[in-house]
């Protein structure tokens, strides 16, 4: 009986074992799911993320090419600023802001002569009598009037 016994047992043994080798494929399968969808996902993520992220350096190389540019420029300047001599220019825009004043000021003198000038010039337009140089003129008028017919002119 010892052999029924242990063909039992080596019958539940196999029954285990076909349990558990039917478990562990089913686990395999997922397991394989799971890395296929995962190299799926990661497959799709690089053609979508990679081409942006190509672009994004793009712009960043762009940018970092203006840094560098402004950075140079920013530089340059600094080594001018460096080398000029600021007293002197502030004595220079000292003397022509002085020598601006000293313009603006006899500007403005004769800028008053003239409209006193021009303010005299209508008093004395204002004084003169159009009426009687009317007159005048017609008076002279008629006096040339005989002489031009007598020089033939007319």
Request: overall charge negative.
């Amino acid at each position: 009986m010892e052999i029924s016994t242990n063909a039992l047992t080596v019958e539940q043994q196999l029954a285990v074992i076909v349990k558990d080798s039917a478990a562990r494929r089913k686990i395999a399968f997922v397991t394989a799911a799971a890395a296929t969808i995962m190299a799926l996902a990661v497959i799709i993520a690089l053609i979508v993320l990679v081409p942006r992220a190509n672009s994004t350096l793009r712009v960043a190389e762009g940018t970092l090419q203006q840094a560098q540019t402004a950075i140079a420029a920013l530089e340059a300047a600094a080594a001018d600023l460096e080398k000029a001599d600021i007293p002197a220019m502030a004595k220079r825009i000292e003397s022509l802001a002085g020598e601006a004043e000293e313009t603006l000021t006899a500007v403005a003198g004769g800028v008053e002569t003239a409209l006193a000038d021009v303010e005299r010039a209508l008093q004395v337009l204002e004084g003169v009598d159009l009426e009687g140089l009317n007159g005048s003129i017609e008076s002279l008028s008629a006096i040339l009037e005989p002489l031009s017919r007598l020089f033939g002119k007319r």
